[in-house]
């Protein structure tokens, strides 16, 4: 706070103080609320979560065991963990295949949508609405569709290949009963509910290209797909970054359809972080252990976010 | 926009003919393709509301893999009253409203008081709380879900409502869209109320949070959405049926293989249709919601 900054005449300056004393009371009466809740339930178990993940915290503590200091420990215990290993192979699957088709999926999704066309309101609609289905739901009916013997993606699937996809022939089509086919099963719900949210977040960056732009390449002779590569493309670089690392870190955090649709079955396939931490720091207790995995998850999302920031930087210093 | 707009003006020398072929023909395909992605994106709602209206579970097997899970053969609302007469979904619905409602409504007003706070007002710390925001907004809740369960459980909170309000009433990301918001409205009209006498609560209730609906409309949906399809701290801290919320109501219910298909339908459909109904009344502020999400980086 400069208070000497601005030399004020004198006989304002009890004025001036006792307005800052004011605002000082008022400032924080409009934050308190907030700021205490932030603190107690984001602050305080963010602390907490590094500090018990160098002890034995139990959720249940044993009376006759005090809770003690084991150092590296958990971590050293996560890290031999077999579901958490699977958990972040299939995390890093997910990662490496939804946020490519996702991503190219949104993108052909807003530029569809953002033509002039009769009835793209509508179509907008549609392609949106699964966001606003609960990710549970999703699962729930994605799960009977994938049903392998009466479920409807294996009734089209047969029927379109006159008999030829079979679960009996292709394997994965057994869905959640295989490793291949729980995993793809996975990916297809997930793209489903989620790309609506990155095609919005696509169609708000395509309606911030100016129009010259498109001008000046048509001057030059550039045919739609030259105008799309060099012109839309580099236009939507920011865009491109949020929508990839956010969908990457929504990735991290997949969780809910894979609790309703495999339990991260068959043999850990579907096995995820979130899941693994549910079980440690819920199913079994153990509150070290499960602040670790806490921990090293908040890393992985600052590391990305950190990329995203840096990324987006690069950009206004090259601008 | 920009592929059609382009294949208008592209029109001379040799390629004249080829791209008149293209043409012709780019309408109707652009419109075959969205029409066929309208009915991947649609179908499972289509078949959810169907199926759910059929009240022979036999039929309800054999038609989910058919023709007949897009056409209703029945309409009955049998699957309805079946679920509602279970016990613990008609209270899974109630307490969902009541924990969004009361979520959304306390987090609309400290979230846009502290807000209010950081935009406007000067006072020592206010520059390490406006720090502290946004720094937080990288915390994933999962990363301190342990330890919280921890504290909850101590708190003897377990298996309450107020376990699944109070800790995601106040959220970093939601004060920096308000934040951002108060920041941009013109300074002069509260300058003036200020010279007439006005204090800054009445400012806050009576210019800056009318001026600022659309932001109170934005976060209310998304904060909406999160509290309405949460599941994995309710799965944490409700055990019985008292206060269960839908998402882990619908597990249970899932889970249990004796519970019909046709009333899992019907749950689903319990689930949805209210907030669908919502997104298509309110679909600009859902879209402008979700959007604003792009803030956050």
């Known amino acids: 706070m400069a208070v000497a900054v601005e030399p004020m005449p004198r006989y304002r300056r009890s004025d001036r103080l006792r307005r800052r004393g004011r605002e000082l009371l008022q400032g924080w009466g409009f934050a308190a609320p907030a700021i205490v809740l932030l603190a107690v339930f984001l602050v305080l178990p963010f602390i907490l979560a590094i500090y018990s993940s160098f002890t034995d915290q139990r959720l249940v503590p044993n009376p006759n065991l005090p809770t003690k200091w084991v150092g590296l420990r958990n971590y050293r215990r996560l890290f031999a963990d077999e579901g958490f290993r699977s958990g972040l192979i299939f995390n890093g699957i997910f990662v490496f295949v939804v946020v490519p088709l996702q991503t190219a999926f949104a993108l052909g999704l807003a530029v569809l949508v953002n033509q002039k066309l009769r009835f793209r309101n509508a179509f907008r609609t549609i392609y949106f609405a699964p966001v606003a289905v609960t990710m549970v739901v999703v699962a729930v009916m994605w799960t009977s569709f994938f049903n392998p013997s009466a479920g409807l993606v294996n009734t089209v699937l047969d029927t379109i290949s006159f008999g030829f996809l079979t679960p009996e022939r292709f394997g994965f089509l057994n869905w959640a009963l295989d490793r291949h086919g729980a995993r793809a099963a996975i990916i297809i719900l997930s793209i489903w509910q989620g790309v609506g949210f990155q095609m919005v977040i696509y169609l708000a960056g395509l309606q911030s290209i100016p129009d010259s732009l498109y001008e000046a390449a048509r001057i030059d002779g550039a045919n739609p797909w030259q105008q799309f590569r060099h012109v839309t493309i580099p236009q939507l670089r920011n865009t491109t970054i949020f929508v990839v690392l956010s969908t990457t870190i929504l990735a991290f955090a997949l969780f809910d359809q894979v609790e309703i649709m495999t339990q991260g079955g068959p043999q850990d396939a579907t096995q995820t972080m979130i899941l693994r931490l549910l079980t440690f720091g819920f199913r079994q207790g153990q509150v070290g252990l499960g602040a670790a995995l806490g921990v090293f998850y908040f890393v992985l999302v600052v590391v990305v976010a950190f990329t995203q920031r840096r990324l987006l930087k690069e950009e206004r210093a090259v601008a | 926009m920009a592929v059609t707009a382009a294949v208008g003006h592209v029109t001379e020398g040799v390629e004249v003919r080829r791209r008149s ?97 950081l935009a406007r007002l000067q006072w020592i710390g206010r520059d390490v709380v406006i720090g502290l925001v946004v720094a937080l907004m990288i915390v994933p809740f ?48 509260e300058e003036a109320a200020l010279i007439d006498g006005a204090g800054r609560w009445t400012i806050y209730r009576r210019i800056v949070a009318p001026l600022s609906r659309p932001t109170f409309a934005t976060v209310g949906i998304l904060q909406a959405l999160f509290v309405w399809g949460s599941f994995f701290w309710p799965l944490m801290v409700t055990r019985g049926p008292d206060v269960r919320p839908l998402p882990v109501a619908m597990q249970v219910l899932f889970s249990d293989p004796n519970v019909p298909l046709g009333d899992v339908f019907a749950f689903a459909a319990v689930m949805t249709l209210p907030v669908l109904a919502l997104y298509l009344g309110f679909q600009k502020w859902f879209v402008q919601s979700v959007a604003s999400q792009g803030l956050k980086g």
């Open chain 2, 142 to 189: 999962q990363s301190v879900s342990v330890p919280l369960l921890l504290i909850v459980n101590r708190l003897g909170w377990l298996d309450t409502y107020h376990v699944q309000i109070i800790p995601f009433v106040a959220n970093p990301f939601f004060i920096f869209l308000f934040y951002q918001a108060f920041v941009g409205l013109p300074k002069e009209i």
């Open chain 2, 21 to 117: 072929w293209w043409r012709r023909r780019q309408r109707p395909l652009t419109y075959l393709v969205m029409v066929l992605l309208a009915i991947f994106f649609i179908f499972p709602v289509v078949a959810m509301v169907v199926l759910s209206l059929q009240p022979n579970e036999t039929q309800v097997i054999a038609d989910q893999d058919s023709i007949w899970a897009f056409f209703p053969r029945a309409v009955s609302l049998q699957n309805y009253e079946d679920i509602f007469g279970r016990d613990g979904v008609g209270r899974a619905v109630f307490n969902s409203a009541l924990i969004t409602v009361v979520t959304v409504g306390l987090g609309l007003v400290v979230n846009s008081m502290c807000a209010y706070g």
